[in-house]
């Protein structure tokens, strides 16, 4: 069983900077997708960047609308998912979650099967 835990969340001013944080533990797949997703009051959950692990080589996706300000990384460990999300605009305000799925999948439209609790993000105008 994966398990997510999410971090880094908070309040900030358009413009500004946040780091989240996805820790994972209880996995040991060469082949998996760990994903972002967000998902505003009244709105769908929505993808925002992942990474598909395929026998060590690695592709991230980003979705349109955080292409070139959001950037998703993991620890050298593996253990540890980040999302640096710079330059935030008010819509970027929304409940953060990392997800995870085991096996070779596209993985922006994966159906993730471990998620964490979230982290939530407020971007003030």
């Known amino acids: 069983q994966v398990q997510l835990v999410e971090s880094g969340g908070g309040s900030v001013q358009a413009g500004g900077s946040l780091r989240l944080s996805c820790a994972a533990s209880?996995?040991?797949?060469?082949?998996?997708?760990m994903g972002w997703f967000r998902q505003a009051p009244g709105k769908e959950r929505e993808v925002v960047a992942s990474?598909?692990?395929?026998?060590?080589?690695?592709?991230?996706y980003y979705a349109a609308s955080v292409k070139g300000r959001f950037t998703t990384s993991q620890s050298n460990a593996k253990n540890t998912l980040y999302l640096q999300m710079n330059r935030l605009h008010p819509e970027d305000t929304a409940m953060y979650y990392c997800a995870f799925r085991s096996g070779s999948w596209y993985c922006p439209s994966a159906d993730y099967t471990s998620w964490g609790q979230g982290t939530q993000v407020t971007i003030s105008s």
């Open positions: 990474i598909t692990i395929y026998f060590g080589s690695r592709n991230t």
């Open positions: 209880g996995y040991t797949y060469s082949n998996y997708c």
